[in-house]
């Protein structure tokens, strides 16, 4: 057997073993098919080998970064939660997956993400107070961006204009699939049986996320805690296959510690954080010698042929 | 649709009846509308039809711009007008027609979640093929949306559009796609279809519903349309109860009115032959 696969994904919180919808996908399923991977839980995106999170770094095919592509690739592995699953089962993940796609995740983007109040105050905070020193002054503002321009795509145009009807319309939708979700689940342990399969990851990571989540302003939140079958599925989801994460999360901060050295001896990362303080620190002085006037910039002072000559100090008090 | 409008519906639409002279928008027919609009446009037209409500196809080069959501196609009842199948749906439900009623909740739940595999993965493939890949972005996508514009603005707006659309795709992560790897996301649709339906006439049993209209618009034009290769139509071609059930489909709902100018849409694409 070659080395284990290594998964990259965001730490967890508020007792969920991730606080990403797609980190959260690709543990609950390795869990639900027992794939043994070797599960780093980071904070800085830009230390996963793909620049963004998840990422499933293998032997054969280099690193994986898609939800689907690393669930695929686990199938493949023989890490398959849906053996025994008919091709009309199949068909349904197909099906549900979709409806989750266009329905619940973009009212969970704007939850997270838009909704001023709880970016504000639950998730902007969360972030910046998890990623590193100077990432997390940029970082959270650009994931901001990146999941607006993400909504803006996906709901078309309109939406700009006017966007209180635009958030009614999402949650609409989004009730709507919570609803359906519940309605199919009905008494059933998982959606087929008793047994978890891959529909089961990607349906429990985008519930888990909404009932765990101390959001400030949570319209979404609260219709699904009213339907009892999909909030008891979480937390027997949560008990059964997370219990041991849920323990270590209690005593996070000592594991932690203990990790941090563990990843300062990477050494391409540490090359990386060098050269990133460095250039941070350049940056600063240049920009404060130049603002404050020590340089300047002169531009095509008469007669001189040069057209930009960086006067120092001493000349300036020529002028 | 708006969710004034939506109020709007269900207070005022259920009062009056369907009139006379509802009318369907689409762009031209025969030399500008695309796969996806194509698609969408039958969709509605088998959804409408299924529900027995008549309605006229008029073809307007500026459909797009028209549509209330900038999405064609678009219905004008009265004094509203819907995009789109969804709120079509919705806002004909609200005049007390409805497809779906006869369905009990887990099928309603599978209902929704197969139409929104049609819109994820088929309606997504063919704007990949239209827009993203180059072969057909230049042989058809353009000359075709920018047929009925004048010289500065046809490149314009194919270019505004195509950008519009390949953000669209890095958004939803199928920028980095292969088009190898989009005819396989197609075939995968299609097989969840053809497991779902099985040997039923359509896919809850005896009664066509909304998913069967909008199943039948996406393949029904894959199957009759010309692009630049086979492969796509090839890829639906393989699932011999898919074709059967768009035949059905067409057999029951659009031959015996193909006569009335009202379903003129359906006349240009070919028939029978292709089917086969």
Redesign the interface.
């Known amino acids: 057997m070659a080395a284990p696969m290594e998964l990259f994904c965001w730490k967890g919180d508020w007792g969920l073993p991730s606080v990403d919808v797609d980190c959260l996908a690709v543990l609950t399923y390795a869990r639900f098919s027992g794939a043994p991977l070797k599960v780093h839980k980071i904070t800085n995106p830009w230390k996963s080998p793909s620049g963004s999170l998840p990422a499933l770094r293998t032997e054969e095919n280099g690193v994986i970064s898609?939800t689907h592509q690393i669930i695929t690739h686990l199938r493949k592995q023989k890490y398959n939660a849906d053996y025994d699953l008919s091709?009309?089962q199949?068909?349904?993940t197909?099906?549900?997956v979709?409806?989750l796609?266009?329905?619940l995740l973009p009212a969970l983007i704007h939850t997270f993400w838009i909704d001023a109040k709880n970016y504000v105050e639950h998730t902007r905070k969360w972030y910046a107070e998890s990623i590193p020193f100077p990432l997390n002054f940029f970082l959270p503002n650009r994931m901001h961006r990146q999941h607006m321009?993400?909504l803006r795509?996906?709901r078309?145009?309109?939406w700009i204009e006017?966007e209180g009807?635009l958030e009614?319309?999402l949650y609409r939708d989004a009730q709507?699939?919570l609803s359906?979700?519940s309605?199919?689940l009905?008494s059933q342990k998982f959606f087929f049986g008793d047994s978890p399969a891959s529909l089961d990851a990607y349906i429990f990571s985008h519930l888990a996320l909404l009932l765990k989540a101390n959001l400030p302003s949570s319209k979404l939140q609260q219709h699904l805690k009213s339907l009892d079958n999909l909030c008891n599925y979480c937390v027997s989801i949560l008990s059964m296959y997370f219990t041991w994460d849920m323990a270590a999360s209690q005593s996070t901060s000592p594991r932690r510690a203990q990790a941090e050295p563990q990843d300062g001896d990477e050494e391409p990362h540490k090359r990386r954080n060098q050269i990133l303080s460095v250039a941070v620190g350049l940056i600063a002085m240049i920009g404060y010698a130049l603002l404050s006037g020590i340089v300047s910039i002169q531009r095509g002072s008469a007669g001189n042929a040069v057209t930009g000559r960086v006067v120092i100090g001493e000349e300036d008090e020529e002028d | 649709m708006s969710l004034v409008a939506d109020a709007f519906v269900s207070q005022i639409a259920a009062a009056e009846a369907w009139p006379e002279n509802a009318a369907l928008y689409q762009p031209l027919k025969g030399e500008q509308i695309l796969l996806s609009d194509n698609a969408s446009s039958l969709a509605v037209q088998a959804f409408l039809k299924m529900c027995n409500l008549p309605c006229q196809v008029i073809c307007r080069a500026n459909a797009e711009y028209m549509s209330p959501s900038g999405k064609v196609p678009f219905i004008h009842v009265g004094n509203q007008v819907v995009s789109e199948l969804g709120p079509v749906v919705q806002f004909i439900k609200a005049k007390g027609h409805s497809l779906s009623d006869g369905l009990d909740e887990v099928q309603k739940a599978e209902m929704k979640a197969y139409m929104e595999l049609v819109n994820n993965m088929l309606l997504t493939a063919e704007l990949y093929i239209q827009w993203c890949d180059e072969a057909t972005l230049e042989e058809i996508t353009e000359p075709r949306y920018s047929s009925p514009f004048p010289w500065p603005l046809n490149y314009i707006l194919v270019y505004q559009k195509r950008w519009e659309i390949q953000r669209k795709m890095k958004a939803i992560g199928w920028a980095n796609k292969s088009l190898d790897q989009v005819f396989e996301d197609v075939d995968q649709c299609c097989q969840a279809l053809s497991q779902r339906l099985g040997a039923q006439p359509y896919f809850f049993s005896k009664q066509p519903t909304e998913l069967d209209a909008l199943v039948f618009g996406h393949l029904f034009t894959i199957l009759t349309t010309q692009l630049t290769n086979d492969e796509l139509r090839e890829k639906v071609k393989k699932y011999k109860n898919l074709i059967d059930f768009c035949r059905r489909i067409e057999h029951n709902y659009f031959e015996d009115h193909a006569k009335d100018t009202s379903a003129g849409g359906m006349q240009r694409l070919p028939k029978g032959p292709s089917l086969h």
């Open positions: 898609q091709a009309r199949g068909a349904d197909l099906a549900f979709s409806l796609e266009e329905k321009e993400r795509l996906i078309g145009d309109a006017d009807e009614k319309e709507e699939c359906l979700l309605q199919r009905g």
